[in-house]
């Protein structure tokens, strides 16, 4: 079974640049989620997907941060125009469905913001 | 808000000594408590839950309500258990989940 995928797996881009994240969870799953992880810090959950409809993105910076899952399948996050602080590695992860599923992660894309 | 606590950022033992990889959590009702592991160059892992009661590469975790705790404990630590270890709790039915800061584990020879 494939695993989730995610690209790129690195980014640098200046503050006030525009970047795109892509995430493919792995087949059949139901519920995407994408978390930001901040050096030193555990993951945070930015916004969770159950098919094409949002569940969850009380945690998202939405000034600046978007993110979709038109189909159902794939998912772009992107920051706009993004900020210092905005570096991180960001994690999307995949499961079954909503509730007690195994989430599984993919590799993270880090982004440093210089 | 509910809050997950890992008091320790790094553990090092000897192989072969005990560990316990602390955690406490804050939320009120009945959380569902994990841990995830992350070796090195690899990515975020389920290692053990407390509703399966399992015992996986010789780590337990028992879910103490009284003190809001989900200590990680093995008997016996071994050289490939270095690592980053999260916790993280499940509280509610969406499947968010909330992590802990991390511990990272380093068994030396």
């Known amino acids: 079974e494939a695993g989730v995928a995610q690209s790129p797996r690195y980014k640098i881009i200046e503050k006030r640049q525009s970047v795109a994240f892509w995430c493919n969870p792995i087949s059949g799953h139901a519920t995407l989620y994408w978390y930001q992880q901040i050096l030193g810090q555990g993951p945070k959950l930015l916004i969770q997907?159950?098919?094409?409809?949002?569940?969850?993105d009380s945690q998202l910076p939405k000034d600046r941060f978007s993110a979709e899952r038109l189909k159902g399948v794939d998912s772009t996050l992107k920051i706009q125009p993004a900020k210092l602080e905005d570096s991180a590695v960001y994690l999307c992860?995949?499961?079954?469905?909503?509730?007690?599923?195994?989430?599984?992660f993919g590799p993270g894309t880090r982004l440093t913001v210089t | 808000a509910q809050r997950v606590t890992q008091p320790e950022k790094l553990l090092s033992v000897f192989k072969g000594a005990p560990v316990e990889l602390k955690c406490n959590y804050s939320?009120?009702?009945?959380?569902?408590l994990f841990w995830y592991v992350q070796y090195s160059r690899q990515r975020l892992q389920l290692l053990l839950r407390h509703i399966s009661r399992e015992s996986i590469k010789g780590f337990t975790a028992d879910l103490n309500k009284g003190e809001t705790s989900f200590h990680l404990k093995k008997p016996f630590a071994q050289e490939e258990d270095s690592a980053m270890y999260y916790c993280a709790q499940n509280s509610g039915n969406t499947g968010k989940l909330i992590f802990g800061q991390g511990t990272t584990l380093q068994v030396k020879p």
């Open positions: 997907f159950q098919n094409n409809g949002v569940v969850d």
């Open positions: 939320y009120s009702g009945s959380p569902e």
């Open positions: 992860a995949s499961s079954l469905g909503a509730g007690r599923y195994e989430q599984y």
